[in-house]
């Protein structure tokens, strides 16, 4: 049996940035994408997302304090 | 740019290990005898006190350099070992290298061009990614040490294991590998080779793991002390490195001699150990050296290691001058920002006050008084920075030479700056800035509305005082660290800092709407409470409680709240003030208590800091000489109710009973349906606690209906001062069920909790439900029940302290880098984000209420 672990209700909703989105995103926040925190390439969450190393991934998270927080990963193969 | 003072910058830091020539060179004496002093007491040559590695008595020379105690650093010597030995904390290395390298040419298992390309690999990884490079270098390792076959010469490998501590076997043959063996493989193995190993060979080539010379630290190192008895008392370091020469000379002998092999073996494995007790003597399977009196000596590892270690205990913290530690005692006239200083702190504790023409002759006056009498100084500094004591015989000369640019260590002072901490400092307001008050007795004072932020009492508490010595230091102190500055919690933003206690019920007692006095008493009660304006008082011949207490509040003080208790002659909690008058409402515990406080947060929001800590203050006084002047006491008649009203109770425990009952029969009929998810008895215990909780909140609720609302014991319940009603209840009422984990009390013996139950009795009486009250007294298997819950909730606050204690530690330790930055994301120290938004919402909590930011009022203010 197969389990789609995204459809998880513990599993938060990932997304991945376009070249457009991305850049947009950089720029607005003054990001560096060394400074961002990593995801595995190979991380079971965003395999639907079908990432490559450099991407960034927007994650929707509950937050107690906030409603709701994003977090952004950038996708690394190490 | 102005040139810069340094002329020599240091590059990097690189750790090598020694080699053994580095260690024959860097000694300037050879160790050979383990004896130390001579007959009269002179260090005896080639010993390990040997005057040539340094120093430690005065009037001696050094040989080396031929400094004096003191100026000498100590050298290094070094002893040459009979047979090589290993150094145990490189033994998974060399087991590495054992398993990775050819047993016959020694070259590592790996083919010349895989070789090749892997330190290619790895050296770039340590420049590019340092932090994955050990993973590689441990993948490489594994890889070689799974070959069977060299691929250099077609050597067979044997499989090598280590036999803890020191010894390495060959698995197939059971034969020892002997470290002379080891040390002859390691020294073919060449240089590049070393590097698969992640090891750099002119940093420390593999041979150099096993010693054939050990290096004696120098004596100041290890110094010994002398006794009063005149007797010389050997370091730790020097115990262990008399017992490696004792053997190794013995070794030396017995090779000499030509000894059979077995007995140099045995001599050579006592080496092994006293080498290896040398660097760490806590290593398991290891009995540790020790002591004739039994106590593990503390070798090399052990002087580094741990709490007690040279890291944390000299290094990561020092002991401090200008500091005093007592016991504290409370002191509810002093003021929150003030400490109270004893008297023999006083002449003992100093400030540095730095002389000018316009304080010259103020600051003779310390000096003539001198170091007894109070207030006095106890030093002089001149501008050279010699620093002179003052005596009787000292003072006059220290007068007459005293100038500008001389400091002068006075005594410290009413108002001068001190810092004020109790351990654990666990957050920042556990080390505040008070202002010094010098008192007579022998405690720290500190005003009791300031434990809480210390989390200090007074069954022995003792605090820490410290003086700051310099202008910065002391600007610091009063801008960053100072009470008024932490009356807001960052935790949850609001008050934490507050009235408790007497104060609280004396404030509830005044604002309650019964209490009126005649103006006369009020100004005598505002005038002990520190107040001397009395203008806000209303000019009547009576005035009501209210408007005592209004007196204080600032006179466009708006607030709209809720309190904890209610009003005589009112159905609603609301409090309310409008330009600085308390028109509705009493204050309690929900605006002035510590951790709550609403209406100190707004004061603190509208007038800041400095205002706030003053009218709280006030407002504790008050409190205090309210109570004081109306009298407060509580009795065991408190608590008594009405012979009806008991009846009440027992009813209502009765039917409690009785249902329980009725679930029980039922569930031994068959006839109780478990719930989803559960299996039928913990279904039934389910029902029973159900049951039993609203018995116990029944008989709270007639209880407190019941008890006499004007009875001291109600009051401090109802305004917050102390007590809850459940402790009213269970007093009066009933105790109610103990529970333990969660759970009733079961077992202890088979099927029921005690002897005078019967087997698979599940009736509230037999598992631990107490009918009686406290005041009634309880039967003795309740009394017992009662004891098994006391003794358990003590285990687990004596077991959760020092728990939580290095969770704690952790915890601070890994997060103690982190910052909010300008873009309100937390990063570590490399700018990496740890947070994308602070909290995830970007709220300072100390700057909002309660965590969370409430506009309502703030729109209401703009459009007003």
Not at chain 2, 496 to 516: E, P
Not at chain 2, 657 to 676: C, Q
């Amino acid at each position: 049996m197969e389990f789609d672990i995204t459809k998880h209700s513990l599993t938060p909703k990932h997304t991945k940035l376009d070249s457009k989105e991305e850049e947009k995103f950089l720029e607005d926040t003054k990001y560096r994408k060394v400074h961002l925190p990593k995801v595995f390439l190979e991380d079971p969450s965003i395999q639907h997302l079908k990432p490559v190393v450099g991407d960034i991934i927007k994650i929707e998270r509950k937050s107690p304090t906030a409603g709701v927080a994003y977090f952004y990963r950038v996708v690394s193969d190490e | 740019m102005i040139a810069s003072p340094v002329f020599k910058k240091i590059d990097k830091i690189v750790f090598n290990a020694l080699s053994p020539q580095m260690i024959k060179k860097m000694s300037s004496a050879k160790v050979v005898t383990p004896e130390l002093y001579d007959k009269e007491g002179y260090p005896v040559d080639g010993g390990l006190m040997d005057v040539r590695l340094g120093v430690i008595d005065p009037g001696l020379r050094c040989a080396t350099c031929g400094s004096r105690l003191k100026e000498c650093p100590g050298h290094f010597g070094h002893i040459s070992l009979a047979r090589p030995v290993i150094h145990v904390k490189y033994i998974r290395t060399i087991l590495s290298f054992l398993r990775g390298t050819c047993q016959e040419c020694s070259h590592a298992l790996m083919d010349e061009k895989k070789a090749k390309r892997y330190i290619k690999e790895l050296a770039d990884l340590r420049q590019i990614k340092p932090d994955i490079y050990w993973d590689k270098v441990r993948k490489v390792m594994a890889e070689m040490t799974k070959q069977t076959k060299c691929p250099h010469c077609n050597a067979k490998q044997n499989h090598v294991v280590l036999e803890k501590p020191t010894t390495f076997v060959e698995k197939e043959t059971q034969l020892r590998i002997s470290p002379i063996e080891i040390r002859s493989r390691f020294e073919k193995i060449p240089d590049e080779d070393c590097e698969l190993f992640g090891l750099n060979a002119e940093s420390l080539r593999p041979e150099w793991m096993v010693l054939t010379i050990l290096a004696i630290p120098p004596v100041t190192a290890r110094p010994s002390i002398t006794l009063e008895s005149g007797e010389r008392s050997e370091d730790d370091l020097t115990h262990k490195l008399g017992d490696i020469v004792r053997i190794n000379q013995r070794l030396f002998e017995n090779i000499n001699a030509g000894a059979p092999e077995i007995i140099i073996e045995d001599l050579w494995d006592l080496l092994q150990y006293h080498v290896t007790t040398f660097f760490d003597n806590n290593i398991s399977q290891v009995p540790p050296a020790r002591h004739r009196s039994g106590q593990p000596l503390k070798t090399l590892s052990e002087r580094i290691k741990s709490k007690e270690g040279r890291v944390r205990r000299n290094l990561a913290g020092k002991r401090t001058n200008y500091s005093g530690r007592t016991v504290i005692s409370p002191d509810p006239m002093l003021e929150l920002f003030e400490v109270g200083v004893p008297m023999d702190m006083g002449t003992v504790l100093t400030v540095p006050e730095i002389v000018t023409e316009w304080n010259l002759e103020y600051l003779k006056k310390f000096i003539e008084r001198g170091p007894k009498e109070y207030p006095g100084a106890n030093y002089v500094i001149r501008p050279d920075g010699k620093k002179k004591k003052i005596t009787e015989e000292t003072k006059e000369t220290a007068m007459e030479e005293l100038e500008p640019g001389y400091i002068v260590e006075r005594h410290i002072m009413d108002g001068d700056v001190a810092l004020f901490n109790r351990q654990p400092s666990l957050h920042r307001m556990s080390m505040m800035a008070h202002r010094i008050k010098m008192l007579k007795y022998k405690t720290l004072r500190l005003n009791p509305a300031v434990c809480h932020p210390y989390n200090a009492d007074f069954d022995g508490d003792e605090m820490n005082l410290h003086i700051p010595q310099t202008e910065e230091a002391r600007a610091e102190a009063e801008l960053l660290l100072s009470v008024k500055n932490h009356l807001i919690s960052p935790r949850y933003g609001l008050s934490i800092i507050g009235c408790v206690q007497d104060a609280l019920a004396g404030n509830y007692l005044l604002t309650r709407s019964d209490m009126k006095m005649p103006f006369n008493e009020a100004v005598s009660l505002l005038n002990n409470s520190n107040v001397t304006d009395f203008s806000g008082l209303p000019n009547k011949d009576t005035v009501t409680g209210k408007e005592v207490f209004s007196a204080l509040l600032p006179p466009d003080f708006s607030f709209t709240g809720e309190s904890k208790a209610i009003d005589l002659g009112e159905t609603g909690k609301e409090v309310l003030i409008r330009k600085g008058k308390l028109t509705k409402g009493v204050m309690d515990s929900n605006n002035l208590g510590q951790g709550a406080g609403m209406m100190l947060r707004k004061l603190h929001e509208m007038y800041g800091p400095n205002t706030t800590i003053i009218i709280l203050g006030n407002i504790f006084k008050l409190g205090i000489q309210m109570l004081m002047k109306r009298g407060f006491t509580i009795a065991l008649s408190d608590m008594d109710l009405p012979k009806k009203v008991r009846d009440g109770i027992n009813a209502a425990l009765d039917g409690a009973e009785e249902d329980v009952d009725n679930l029980i029969n039922s569930f031994h009929a068959g006839e109780l349906k478990a719930l989803p998810g559960r299996s039928r008895n913990e279904t039934l215990e389910l029902k029973i606690m159900e049951r039993l909780n609203a018995a116990r909140d029944e008989t709270g609720n007639i209880v407190a209906e019941n008890a006499d609302p004007k009875s001291h014991t109600m009051i401090m319940a109802i305004s917050g001062a102390r007590g809850k009603l459940l402790n009213l209840a269970q007093i009066a009422g009933s105790v109610g069920q103990q529970a333990l984990r969660g759970q009733r009390i079961s077992g202890g013996f088979k099927g029921r909790t005690l002897s005078c139950f019967k087997e698979g009795s599940l009736t509230p009486a037999s598992r631990g439900f107490i009918k009686s009250s406290f005041s009634g007294g309880m039967r003795p298997d309740e009394f017992f029940f009662q004891a098994i819950t006391g003794r358990d909730s003590l285990m687990d606050t004596a077991l959760r302290t020092p728990k939580s204690g290095y969770l704690y530690r952790r915890l601070s330790n890994a997060m103690q880098d982190l910052k909010v930055e300008y873009d309100n994301t937390v990063r570590d120290v490399s700018k990496k984000i740890i947070q994308f938004r602070y909290g995830e919402d970007s709220i300072d909590v100390s700057k909002s209420e309660g965590g969370k930011l409430d506009i309502a009022p703030i729109l209401e203010e703009v459009q007003r």
